[in-house]
């Protein structure tokens, strides 16, 4: 069987999740917009999952459903742009959902200032501040980091934007937050924030935009006028009801998951004990289920193909494999070019056990030293 | 109706041979055009598709002129061998504008209107039609064409397509290409199906060190130059042993050369295993180090086969033109790692001496190297 300790990539489907997406593809598959009784009733199911769904993440503006976290982020990011110039403040290390969005708004003649982010791959506070002004439209940054783990205080730099310029929309991707640690859109206070289903082990093709009251969002795909206008295409009601059900699930688990993946992330320490030239990229304030490694000499593609022949599945620190190029990330926390190929990316889930881990920690050391023996050793 | 006229290349200069070459050619036309509905007929040096549907044309055209043997194609109007059908026919695909002339080929001498005349006749149909046309014999933007053949049908078209030449796939033995993912073996092989070999590829894969993508971009590359080789068969080596086991043992700065080594044994031993008679490279002189006349002369070494390096005199500029041509580049250059890139030398030895390869190689046993690469052999047939 294959152990995934890939979570961050996508999750498996929880099967009580899985029952509400079969009945809404199979039995009650009404479109929420005909006419029918039938139809009135599953418009109804999308009302209630979006109340439950902004009240398990404490906010009290607009939920708007769409495809995913791409759609979501493309949405809030080039639908929040009213003014015809100014600046966008945007973190390095942004997923490229966010980071490519914002950037191709620089061909419009906006210009794009990029802060720097912290060797743990959060984002520097100070300099993200700085980087704000009188004239700056936008400011988006990460809630969790998506390669390192890394936990922004999203409050505070909320506040310190809002506190330069109140008028600066401020954008959240929140798409390795929700369902893997607390989530409070109202404490946190930001315009738009972003989430994705298949990360909390519902389905894939589904996602959310949240839009704080007061702010406005122009929509980006016309049509049936779906969503208050906002995002029109046929609901995913199967994915809308699913997703409620499957955050209530997440949240649920959220202290007990805590303290098991920490728990997790020290056996695979202690199994790593003896290995030299590694590093942890994020260890303070990180998410509980993302542990992200760089291992000097060694490529990290390599190593997760040879935890494949294990039937373990991990990931890379980042997608990018062509030759030449760093990982955006990788440089942007700075780890010198020996040890920024080698970075993998564990990230666990309920569904992995503590055998697994024991497991994993054991091969991942033994992989770790038979690569280092091959690429070095003579 | 709607037919498309199919004509050879030089297979026509082969005396006794012609039978041989031109069931090649028709076979592959159809295995090309498998999956389509038509007819097919021979006619004087030339074939004839009939009773296609008529929507898929363009990308008939498009195969047909892809089959290596194949001149050009026209599709043409088939109609009776009247006056009226034929003049028709020549108005409706004869120009509007611009200078034209009619040309008429009389195979049925039964046929009573003599050429000359014919074309004269037609011309001066499409002219009363076409007031502004201005006939020039000499050199004319547009001919229309009016072909009188002796089963009673004209075929009456305007444009000549060009189509690959080459020889037909078949008829010009079996050989073993190395497929490394890269820009130039896909050409290379493209180069040598057009001179009509029958062509199988080994691609050599080092998992973990490379990706499970990077073995399918090669079968993607595969099924690309597919179109032009008509059938497709990769022997998929795991060469990570022979690798670590070279990492190990040799010198870095001669990996390369002894890796290329290994390759040709294994690539040979697959060739004759399935009656080959050649192995081809995609190698250009000097572009990389493993590319020089002294490290081609290392790997050549170890070959009793002959090898073909069909790119050896290109430049990388018209290697790239081909690639775009034959749709291979877009694929090639997908950011996957092959196998030579991984333990890459710093600085790899340019002029190897075959005497220095030969000593450094001995440490290693070649043989059972060779032997166990060769018992993780996954065949794959391209569909």
């Keep these: ?378 | 109706m709607q037919v498309l006229i199919i004509r050879y290349s030089e297979i026509h200069l082969k005396g006794n041979n012609r039978e041989f070459f031109e069931n090649a050619l028709i076979t592959n036309i159809k295995t090309a055009l498998k999956g389509y509905t038509f007819d097919f007929s021979r006619s004087n040096a030339r074939y004839v598709i009939r009773n296609f549907d008529t929507m898929l044309l363009d990308d008939i055209v498009d195969v047909v002129t892809n089959v290596f043997g194949v001149h050009s194609v026209s599709v043409a109007e088939e109609v009776e061998s009247n006056y009226q059908a034929i003049s028709q026919a020549a108005l409706a695909i004869a120009p509007t504008t611009g200078t034209f002339k009619v040309n008429t080929n009389r195979a049925d001498k039964r046929f009573p209107i003599p050429s000359m005349k014919l074309s004269a006749d037609v011309g001066g149909d499409i002219l009363e039609q076409h007031p502004d046309l201005k006939v020039d014999l000499m050199n004319p933007q547009h001919v229309v064409n009016i072909d009188i053949r002796e089963n009673g049908k004209t075929f009456v078209y305007s444009k000549v397509i060009k189509a690959v030449n080459g020889m037909p796939v078949g008829t010009g033995g079996k050989a073993v290409a190395m497929l490394s993912g890269g820009i130039d073996s896909p050409v290379a092989v493209y180069m040598m199906a057009k001179r009509g070999m029958t062509i199988r590829c080994v691609h050599f894969h080092s998992f973990p060190y490379t990706s499970m993508q990077a073995k399918q971009k090669v079968l993607d590359l595969a099924k690309l130059v597919k179109k032009y080789t008509l059938r497709m068969t990769v022997d998929v080596v795991s060469f990570t042993e022979i690798q670590t086991a070279i990492h190990e043992q040799c010198p870095e700065d001669y990996m390369i050369t002894i890796m290329r080594r290994f390759m040709m044994r294994i690539a040979e031993k697959i060739a004759k295993n399935y009656g080959g008679g050649a192995v081809i490279t995609g190698e250009s002189l000097g572009q990389v180090a493993s590319q020089t006349l002294e490290s081609i002369t290392s790997t050549n070494s170890v070959a009793t086969l002959p090898v073909f390096r069909p790119l050896i005199g290109f430049d990388k500029d018209q290697i790239i033109e081909i690639a775009q041509q034959i749709g291979t580049f877009e694929t090639s250059i997908l950011p996957y790692e092959d196998c030579c890139t991984i333990f890459l030398p710093k600085k790899p030895v340019t002029k190897p001496r075959l005497s220095a390869v030969e000593k450094i190689e001995s440490v290693l046993d070649v043989e059972t190297l060779v032997n166990n690469a060769m018992q993780t052999i996954e065949t794959i047939v391209i569909e």
């Design chain 1, 1 to 378: 069987m294959i152990q995934y300790f890939d979570n961050c990539a996508t999750t498996q489907v929880d099967p009580e999740v899985l029952q509400i997406l079969n009945k809404y593809h199979t039995e009650t598959f009404f479109n929420p917009s005909a006419r029918s009784t039938f139809s009135l009733k599953i418009a109804n199911d999308i009302s209630v999952a979006r109340e439950k769904l902004l009240k398990l993440l404490g906010g009290n503006g607009e939920l708007v459903f769409t495809s995913g976290g791409t759609e979501s982020d493309n949405l809030g990011i080039l639908g929040c742009i009213r003014k015809k110039s100014g600046n966008i403040v945007v973190t390095a290390s942004e997923h490229s959902a966010v980071f490519n969005t914002v950037t191709s708004l620089a061909n419009k003649g906006y210009e794009i200032r990029q802060t720097k982010v912290n060797s743990d791959g959060s984002i520097d506070i100070d300099d993200f501040v700085a980087h704000v002004d009188n004239d700056t439209l936008l400011a988006c940054f990460m809630h969790v980091n998506n390669e390192t783990g890394a936990i922004n205080d999203i409050k505070r730099i909320n506040t310190l934007v809002k506190n330069i310029n109140p008028n600066t929309v401020t954008f959240c991707d929140g798409v390795q937050a929700v369902g893997k640690i607390p989530v409070n859109l109202n404490y946190l206070g930001v315009d738009l924030y972003t989430f994705s289903s298949h990360k909390f082990h519902c389905t894939k093709g589904a996602g959310a935009l949240y839009i704080k009251k007061g702010v406005r969002v122009n929509p980006q795909v016309l049509g049936g006028g779906q969503e208050k206008g906002i995002r029109s295409g046929t609901e995913y009601v199967g994915a809308i009801v699913a997703m409620a059900k499957a955050v209530e699930i997440a949240n649920s688990l959220l202290s007990d998951n805590g303290y098991i993946f920490n728990n997790y992330k020290n056996i695979i320490r202690n199994a790593l004990a003896d290995i030299p030239n590694f590093k942890e990229n994020c260890v303070e304030n990180c998410s509980p289920s993302i542990m992200s490694l760089a291992f000097a000499d060694i490529k990290g593609e390599v190593l997760l193909h040879m935890l494949e022949q294990y039937d373990i599945v991990v990931g890379t620190g980042s997608a990018c494999s062509s030759k030449n190029k760093q990982s955006r990330i990788a440089k942007a926390i700075g780890l010198t070019p020996n040890y920024s190929e080698g970075v993998i990316r564990i990230s666990f889930s309920k569904f992995n056990t503590l055998d697994q881990v024991k497991n994993l920690a054991e091969k991942l050391a033994f992989c770790v030293k038979s690569l280092r023996k091959t690429m070095l050793g003579k």
